[in-house]
């Protein structure tokens, strides 16, 4: 047997069901954009760990400050006695916040954990209970932000009924049929209704929906929201999870636009595989909560600030934020490339900002409709050929190119390569 094969064993018996794992391969270590796992084999990581990893497995500026740290303390709760990694992160954050005026930030562990006290902090600052997010939309796994995010399955399923108080508007993409007219109009019967503007304390949008698709939200879109929490008082949350940190081209997905938000839900990519999380926001919306009702044992964990620091660094120095629109071209005119043979699975939709790039898995050439057991043929025979890609979208028919942002030229060839030939073996 080999020793996937063993690990995988073990882990059926230890873990329960409820935790997917894309694939029976086990990680045995890993360097920049590569990984191995314990029979030795080597991929191309086109994943990234979920976008966590921009800047790559193992960068080591991020592993020379995690030492540093380690040698200092580990973790000190940051509520009973604080640490400078902690405020100095924030600092940072409060310079590069996509908005103008005074900033603060606070940090977590995890993104549901910086959804969750966003919206708290919306509520806090509002002195109201409702919260608006979008169809498509991946917000987190614990009650309220599963309640947030709009996708049935497999999020919800066999959970229950959701909280109370949250409303799901349709998000606009015209291969689902949906303009933006469509949602602002859904957004106006929402307040004639079930729920009036007076009582929403927070509307949420990812910039860019991740697990939704990749589906960008237009300008249009973010305009008109910002003018309606404007005129009513609600808070914009721009989730920014997974499309922070150089991922979009932009230090923030939201930038894009130069819609300017009230909060930033971040989190991934902020600490080059460390678990940190955050939420940066405008000062007096920040400061609406009272002492002791933000927090967490594990929040802002000193090792996890030391390498987001370094994180920052790195794409600062590496000019990360280029690189991810020089990335993201090249992936763009080999995948129009990839769409014109004959003997591939058809290639439908090709998008994203940067080097958040996506692209749909059709039945036919020229059509919208989703195939995703060709989707998953094309995982399952880059897998075998060395290359971890990951799908989403709400029919399971994307597959999203998530890698290193430090990934040289020559390795990111390879793995399109290998993109192109499952392709080729997804069709037979």
């Not at 973790?75 to 990694?85: D, G, M, N």
């Not at 689902?176 to 957004?187: E, F």
């Not at 005119?333 to 014109?340: I, K, T």
């Not at 919208?368 to 709400?394: F, H, S, Y």
């Amino acid at each position: 047997m080999s020793e996937n094969a063993a690990l995988q064993a073990r882990r059926t018996k230890a873990i329960p069901r409820g935790i997917a794992t894309a694939y029976p391969v086990f990680a045995q270590k890993a360097e920049g954009s590569e990984v191995w796992d314990a029979d030795g084999t080597r991929y191309i990581d086109f994943a990234g760990g979920i976008a966590v990893l921009n800047t790559g497995h193992r960068h080591p500026k991020v592993l020379a400050a995690v030492r540093a740290q380690l040698d200092a303390y580990t973790h000190t709760a940051f509520q009973i006695v604080p640490y400078e990694p902690y405020v100095a992160l924030c600092e940072r954050l409060n310079a590069i916040a996509p908005f103008t005026g005074a900033a603060k930030s606070i940090l977590f562990s995890t993104g549901a954990e910086a959804v969750e006290n966003a919206v708290k902090i919306a509520k806090a600052a509002t002195g109201r209970t409702g919260v608006i997010a979008f169809s498509g939309g991946f917000h987190g796994r614990t009650a309220l932000t599963m309640a947030l995010t709009g996708k049935v399955l497999p999020y919800k399923k066999k959970f229950g009924i959701s909280p109370p108080g949250i409303f799901h508007l349709p998000f606009p993409c015209a291969d689902h049929g949906v303009s933006v007219a469509d949602t602002l109009k859904a957004l106006d019967y929402l307040f004639r209704a079930d729920i009036g503007p007076q009582d929403v304390a927070a509307i949420i949008i990812e910039p860019v929906q991740g697990e939704g698709g990749f589906l960008p939200a237009p300008t249009e879109l973010l305009v008109a929201l910002r003018q309606i929490c404007d005129a009513h008082g609600i808070v914009l949350i721009a989730d920014e999870v997974q499309t922070g940190f150089a991922r979009t081209g932009r230090m923030f997905g939201i930038e894009h636009s130069g819609v300017e938000p009230d909060l930033v839900t971040v989190a991934k990519s902020l600490a080059g595989g460390f678990p940190l999380s955050g939420v940066i926001g405008r000062e007096a919306i920040m400061d609406a909560a009272e002492p002791g009702g933000l927090g967490g044992t594990y929040a802002g964990n000193p090792i996890a600030c030391a390498a987001a620091l370094a994180v920052l660094e790195v794409i600062a120095e590496e000019k990360l934020v280029e690189r991810a629109n020089a990335i993201g071209a090249r992936i763009k005119d080999a995948l129009a490339r990839m769409a014109l043979r004959n003997d591939a699975v058809a290639i439908g939709s090709i998008r994203g900002p940067g080097a958040m790039v996506a692209f749909d898995v059709v039945k036919k050439r020229g059509t919208v409709e989703p195939d995703a057991d060709a989707a998953k043929r094309v995982t399952q025979a880059a897998l075998a050929d060395g290359l971890i890609l990951i799908t989403c979208g709400v029919y399971g028919n994307t597959i999203r190119l998530l890698n290193p942002l430090t990934i040289p030229d020559a390795l990111l060839d390879e793995g399109l390569g290998k993109l192109e030939r499952a392709l080729v073996a997804g069709a037979a």
